[in-house]
C-alpha cells in the first residue's frame, strides 16, 4: 500500500486583465512518488523512509497587469486651459497592450527523501528547473511619447539549480534538541529575448547572460587634480564626465560611443555589463 503515488491536474484559468481571445490559460502537472521502503525486498533496517519522486507542471501568472490592460483608456486628466478658463480633459497616458499573454511558469523537479536511525535523521535533496516562459514586464518606449511603458512578454528566464535540506532530532533524553541544515544553489540566465537586448536604467536583459545584469561604467582610477580634469576634459572637446567632476571622484573608462569607438567623453553607451543583483 502506497507504494507508488500518482497525481495529474489540470487548470483552466482565465482573467479579464487580457484580451478576450487571450484570456483563458491552460495548465496541466504531474507527479509520480516511489516509496522503496516499503518494497518486500527492501530490508535496510535503520532506513525507515526513502522515497523517490519526480514532478512537471505549469502554473500561470498575471502578477503586475493592470484590469483592462489590452484596452486604450481615456481617463481624466489634468484641466488645460480653454478661453482663458482652466477646465478638465481626457488623454490616454498609456499605451495599451493588446498582444500580452499569461506568464507560464514551468517547473521539472526530480527529488530523494529519506529518513534513518529511527526517524532520528531526515534528509530532503531536491534537483529543480523553472522556465518563466512569457515573462511579464515593461517593453521599452521612447520618453517623448507622452505614455507609461506598457506590460508585455519580452523574455524568458531559465532558474536551475539544486536544494539540500537535512535535520536531526534527538526525543530520546529529558533535554531534547533539534538541527538543520539547508544548502542552496542556484544559476539564472535569459533563454530568450527576441534577438534583443533589452535595457532598463542600470539593468539589462541579454539572451543567454543572467537575468538584470548591471550596466556600470568601468573605473580605472581617481582624479588626483584640478589640472588632470581639465586635461581629460580638453581632450573629450568638452567635458569628460560632468560639470560637477573634481578631484578625487572616480574617473570612468572611456570604453565606447554609438560608432564603436572611444570618443573622449562618457556617455550612456561606456556603460558594460557587469556582476547581478544575486
Known amino acids: 500500500k502506497n507504494k507508488y503515488l500518482l497525481e495529474a491536474n489540470l487548470r483552466n484559468d482565465a482573467v479579464s486583465n487580457f484580451a478576450p481571445d487571450k484570456r ?36 500561470g501568472e498575471y502578477r503586475g497587469v493592470s484590469n483592462y490592460a489590452y484596452l486604450s483608456l481615456v481617463p481624466p486628466v489634468g484641466g488645460y486651459s480653454f478661453n482663458g478658463t482652466l477646465v478638465g480633459g481626457a488623454a490616454t497616458t498609456r499605451m495599451p497592450s493588446y498582444s500580452i499573454v499569461w506568464q507560464t511558469n514551468k517547473l ?9 536511525f529511527n526517524n532520528k535523521l531526515s534528509i530532503t535533496f531536491d534537483y529543480f528547473i523553472k522556465d518563466n516562459i512569457n515573462q511579464l514586464g515593461s517593453l521599452p518606449l521612447v520618453s ?89 576634459n580638453a581632450g573629450s572637446g568638452g567635458v569628460y564626465q560632468t560639470n560637477t567632476t573634481g578631484p578625487g571622484d572616480l574617473k570612468y573608462k572611456d570604453v565606447s560611443c554609438p560608432n564603436g569607438k572611444p570618443d573622449g567623453k562618457i556617455p550612456d553607451a561606456d556603460r558594460v555589463l557587469m556582476g547581478r543583483p544575486f
Do not use: C
Request: charged share 20%.
Open 108 to 116: 521539472t523537479d526530480v527529488g530523494l527523501d529519506a529518513s534513518i
Open 144 to 232: 517623448f511619447s507622452g505614455l507609461s511603458q506598457p506590460i508585455g512578454n519580452p523574455y524568458s528566464i531559465r532558474n536551475q539549480g539544486w536544494e539540500l535540506g537535512t535535520s536531526y532530532q534527538n526525543r530520546d533524553h529529558k533535554f531534547q534538541y533539534g538541527i538543520g541544515i539547508n544548502l542552496t544553489h542556484i544559476t539564472n540566465k535569459v533563454t530568450d529575448i527576441k534577438g534583443l537586448t533589452i535595457l532598463n536604467g542600470i539593468y539589462a536583459y541579454k539572451e543567454g547572460l543572467p537575468a538584470k545584469m548591471y550596466r556600470l561604467y568601468q573605473v580605472e582610477g581617481i582624479f588626483q587634480s584640478q589640472t588632470e580634469i581639465a586635461s581629460a
Open 24 to 59: 483563458n490559460g491552460y495548465f496541466p502537472s504531474i507527479s509520480l512518488g516511489w516509496n522503496i521502503e516499503k518494497e518486500e525486498w527492501f530490508k535496510v533496517s535503520f532506513i525507515q523512509e526513502l522515497k523517490i519522486r519526480a514532478s512537471w507542471g505549469e502554473l
